[in-house]
């Protein structure tokens, strides 16, 4: 079974900030109606790349933690969403 450190070691430590910068990123264009919701996962991965290519260097494996620290904070936003918002209905 995968443990959430197994995944968190798929992503460069020096990016967690980038995962926290994009949750964060994420929530306040979800807060903004003129906004599509299927726009935002598409927003945050773009922040998310362009920010690891400003601390790794840019480069495949700088894109590629970039799409994981997007995708991570697309998911860890849900997981809180689904666990603790959705359950009180």
């Given at each position: 079974m995968i443990s959430w450190e197994?995944?968190?070691n798929f992503?460069?430590?020096?990016?967690m900030i980038v995962v926290v910068t994009c949750w964060v990123i994420g929530y306040m264009l979800k807060q903004t109606p003129?906004?599509?919701d299927w726009t935002i996962v598409?927003?945050?991965?773009a922040v998310a790349i362009?920010?690891?290519g400003l601390?790794?260097?840019?480069?495949?494996?700088s894109v590629l933690q970039g799409i994981l620290c997007?995708?991570?904070s697309v998911y860890?936003?849900?997981?809180v969403k689904q666990t603790f918002l959705k359950r009180k209905d």
């Open positions: 197994d995944i968190t992503i460069d430590p020096k990016l003129a906004v599509p598409y927003a945050v991965t362009a920010s690891s601390i790794l260097g840019f480069t495949v494996q997007g995708a991570f860890g936003s849900q997981l």
